[in-house]
């Protein structure tokens, strides 16, 4: 009888086993399809897309020991760069040189290195070219994945991601594999070429990803070219020599990232139409609505229907070529009534939104921002908690103003995102440094001299200073967005503050503004709000604002300063910076911030009964500049250096100070 139990019992466990490798023990009371997390290989962060962006966020990840994996489907890393852009050049700029050696300053010019620790993982080592080849940027990605040996699972094509509970994503690739994860962050591009639909003729449209780049292909050939942006004209650029003649189509104006500020607009190594048209060597530029394009192939050319056209069509059926020349008077002047050989498509790339499915569905932007998905100033999905947005695709946020869409942009945007994730998840706060209030001018003159976040991210990215007594909390890179909830994404007080951000003059730039006016820069520090260049402007709030005017844009402040700009993008003049930002600073303080010899601290602690903050904080501690010789300040103070300088002239006598007899 127990032998005959024994075996009974053992028959029953081997049909649940055998059940369950069939899937009919699920565990989940939910219901859901999705298994228990045993079922999957499971990290604490997933990252979909090795390139630049995923790549950045891993860093990141992996320099504070989180628990991640990045999936990509290529088997290596920055696989757009093996296709795009087809004429192998980027357009963001290399320059190895600057004629100073601070690290930080010279990211201001590297559009192209990632942030890490290793100095030799920097383009400028990989590429003497000012607008390096894509074989350049493939071979320093690769470098920068396998020596900060970051956490990469290639072949990896996720084909959908689901969200089954409220704190697990389901990550499935084709073989069938699944993964989860509790955070996950979508770092994939804008990869998908973006197709409107045309009234007709949609089939003879040759899209940018699979045009031929033989340029003897176009020998002898007129072609239509559809877009606007950068790959239009890159393509244009390409071709220009074998074609009889090119048209540019495009619903918007052209617009110069020189006259708009904007780099994701049209730049000069692509524009040589430019002068191919307004000479007068038969290129041309149309506006219309490429929707609206009817395309009709007669006798191997392809001919642009009028609406004309398209009337006579609809009620008298097919036209023959005779026709289509004559179908009407009014339009026999018709721009593009000459057929065209080849008609391209170069409208650039949208998300590819489609791999997310159940309980993750990405809200998209609407109107112009419908490429990108809606996130939240932390870079999280408006629709889809713990789902975030890293690299270009987080561009939502600072769309047409600055440069969230570039590696220049979103190395920083992805540090903040990390930041936030730290605070967030881990219970880490926003990193500070604590800086006295003495020291607090040079270290803002210190961080506007050579601070690169701010700096690419101009309006986006603001330093934030919290004030608190003797001392003030200094953070940096806080998306300016965030600033109405500054505990929540930072985990610091939103108290008095100081926001520092980096601005445009508000009317200087745009379509059919002339930005080589002579008149288009001041050097005045009276007209300093008047400034038009790039320039630090620092709002003080008593407390931290409760909502922005619009994205981007802070409320008014308690206090405000432009410090004028300048030619050199140097905020370091005497009189033009540093007198009218150590005053602005007096004001919000409500503190004497003037610097004094140690000899002048001596009188005062022997005079008063209180002293100057500097004094205090500085020559009682040992660190004031000795200059016990009256004779060598007195010169100093007849020629007005002192003044406008260092202060060498008597200390103001404090409101509290009394004589000590």
């Keep these: 009888m127990m032998m005959s139990s024994q075996r009974c019992s053992l028959m029953l466990i081997m049909a649940l086993v055998a059940g369950c490798q069939l899937g009919q023990c699920d565990n989940n009371d939910s219901g859901s399809s999705h298994g228990d997390s045993n079922d999957y290989i499971h990290h604490q ?14 860093y990141f990840l992996e320099s504070t020991g989180r628990d991640y994996m990045v999936y990509d489907k290529a088997d290596r890393p920055g696989s757009f760069f093996q296709r795009y852009p087809r004429h192998r050049k980027l357009i963001s700029i290399n320059k190895r040189f600057t004629g100073k050696d601070n690290p930080e300053f010279n990211l201001r010019h590297d559009w192209n290195s990632l942030l890490s620790h290793d100095p030799s993982l920097q383009i400028r080592h990989y590429s003497k070219d000012f607008f390096p080849h894509t074989d350049s940027m493939l071979k320093y990605l690769s470098d920068f994945a396998t020596k900060l040996k970051l956490k990469i699972q290639y072949d990896t094509n996720i084909i959908t991601v689901e969200k089954p509970t409220e704190e697990k994503f389901v990550l499935t690739q084709t073989n069938g594999t699944q993964y989860s994860c509790q955070f996950l962050i979508s770092a994939t591009g804008v990869w998908i070429p973006n197709k409107p639909k045309v009234a007709a003729g949609e089939e003879y449209i040759t899209g940018y990803e699979e045009m031929s780049m033989n340029t003897t292909d176009y020998e002898g050939k007129t072609v239509l070219i559809l877009g606007r942006g950068n790959s239009a004209y890159e393509t244009a650029d390409h071709i220009v ?27 000069a190594l692509n524009n040589n139409l430019l002068d191919t048209y307004q000479l ?57 009534r000459e057929p065209y050989d080849i008609v391209l498509r170069c409208l650039g790339f949208k998300f590819d939104k489609s791999i997310y499915g159940e309980g993750a569905t990405l809200e998209m932007g609407k109107g112009r921002l419908a490429k990108y998905p809606a996130v939240k100033p932390t870079y999280e999905s408006f629709s889809v908690k713990n789902l975030f947005i890293a690299g270009t695709a987080c561009h939502y946020r600072d769309f047409r103003k600055s440069s969230g869409a570039f590696i220049h942009g979103f190395r920083y945007t992805a540090r903040a995102l990390h930041r936030y994730l730290e605070w967030a998840n881990h219970d880490t706060r926003w990193p500070y440094e604590t800086v006295l209030i003495t020291d607090l001018l040079q270290h803002i003159l210190t961080r506007l001299n050579e601070m690169s976040g701010p700096y690419q991210m101009f309006g986006v990215l603001v330093d934030v200073i919290l004030i608190d007594g003797d001392t003030a909390r200094y953070l940096q890179e806080v998306p300016i967005d965030c600033i109405p909830a500054f505990r929540k994404c930072t985990g610091h007080p939103g108290k008095r503050m100081i926001v520092i ?117 500085q020559y009682l501690n040992g660190r004031s500049v000795l200059m016990s010789t009256p004779e060598l300040v007195e010169p100093l103070i007849q020629r007005g250096i002192g003044k406008s300088v260092f202060d060498y002239e008597q200390p103001r006598k404090p409101e509290s100070a009394s004589n000590v007899v």
């Design 45 to 58: 962060y997933c990252i979909i897309g090795a390139g630049p962006g995923g790549l950045q966020m891993a």
């Design 241 to 267: 020599s074998s074609t009889n003649l090119i048209h540019m189509l495009a619903r918007s104006r052209v617009r110069l990232s020189w006259a708009t500020h904007y780099v994701g607009d049209l730049r």
């Design 280 to 336: 007068k060597s038969l290129d041309a530029m149309l506006e219309a609505d490429v929707s609206q394009l009817a395309l009709k192939k007669i006798n191997g050319r392809l001919y642009v229907l009028t609406p004309d056209v398209e009337a006579f069509e609809a009620k008298q059926g097919n036209m023959e070529e005779a026709d289509l020349e004559a179908s009407s008077t009014t339009t026999d002047n018709f721009a593009m």
């Design 501 to 617: 951000n980096l601005e445009y003059g508000k009317n200087f730039s745009g379509p059919g503004k002339d930005v080589f006016r002579l008149d288009r820069a001041t050097g005045e520090p009276t007209e300093a709000d008047e400034s038009n260049f790039l320039h630090p402007v620092m709002y003080y709030y008593q407390k931290a604002p409760k909502k922005m005017v619009k994205p981007t844009q802070l409320p008014l402040p308690d206090h405000m300063l432009h410090l004028v700009e300048d030619f050199l993008t140097s905020w370091d003049a005497p009189v033009s910076h540093i007198l009218p930002l150590r005053r602005f600073l007096e004001e919000v303080t409500q503190t004497d911030l003037r610097s004094f010899f140690a000899e002048t601290c001596f009188k005062y602690a022997l005079t008063y009964s209180s002293m100057p903050k500097f004094c205090e904080q």
